[in-house]
């Protein structure tokens, strides 16, 4: 191969005139050539191809939280609910509503959250799911009273579930009822 490059410098530089036998050589020699290149190229692709079948490349799936802080319930006004899931999946929703007196009151889920694999996440559209006991808490403090535990008992409402479909937007279901939820992030 050196041999070919330093006699086709010769011509280009000094302008060598070449004879029919020497010029089929030198046509010769750069067929050969780049027969050894494609050969390389062409193992080089199959050993590629090879290794990716053997080894395939999968992106590293990262488990979707949804999103940490306030909530808005849709279509209910005066009503916030809170948002955290810890490192291990754990989360506590508390929500703040009203009673039948239009009283302030606390309701609370808490428990392991379930995260769908990405396959199912992708024919369900479901990304989570938290199902917990509705705890109400009410008889608390209030900011200038002298500190009294709160009473926390199961709600009248029963079981709740959250089913998230991305990070930001889930749907609540309590009592029979289901309100759409969206993180106040996505309000702003």
């Known amino acids: 191969m050196h041999q070919f490059f330093v006699e086709r410098k010769a011509i280009i530089d000094e302008k060598v005139e070449i004879g029919d036998e020497k010029l089929e050589r030198l046509v010769k020699n750069r067929r050969a050539v780049m027969k050894t290149w494609i050969a390389l190229l062409l193992v080089l692709a199959s050993s590629v191809v090879q290794a990716?079948?053997?080894?395939?490349?999968?992106?590293?799936?990262?488990?979707?939280?949804?999103?940490?802080?306030?909530?808005?319930?849709e279509g209910l006004p005066n009503n916030g609910v809170t948002v955290h899931v810890d490192e291990s999946g754990f989360a506590f929703v508390a929500w703040f509503t009203h009673d039948a007196n239009r009283r302030g009151s606390w309701l609370v889920m808490q428990g392991q959250l379930s995260r769908t694999e990405e396959p199912e996440r992708r024919a369900s559209g479901v990304m989570a799911r938290l199902r917990s006991t509705l705890f109400e808490g009410n008889n608390g403090t209030c900011p200038t009273c002298t500190p009294q535990p709160a009473t926390v008992?199961?709600?009248?409402?029963?079981?709740g579930e959250i089913v998230w479909r991305d990070t930001r937007r889930a749907t609540l279901t309590y009592g029979g009822r289901s309100v759409a939820m969206s993180s106040f992030v996505t309000n702003t």
């Open 52 to 73: 990716q079948s053997a080894f395939p490349i999968q992106k590293p799936q990262v488990p979707l939280t949804p999103e940490q802080g306030a909530w808005v319930l």
């Open 153 to 159: 008992t199961p709600s009248s409402l029963g079981e």
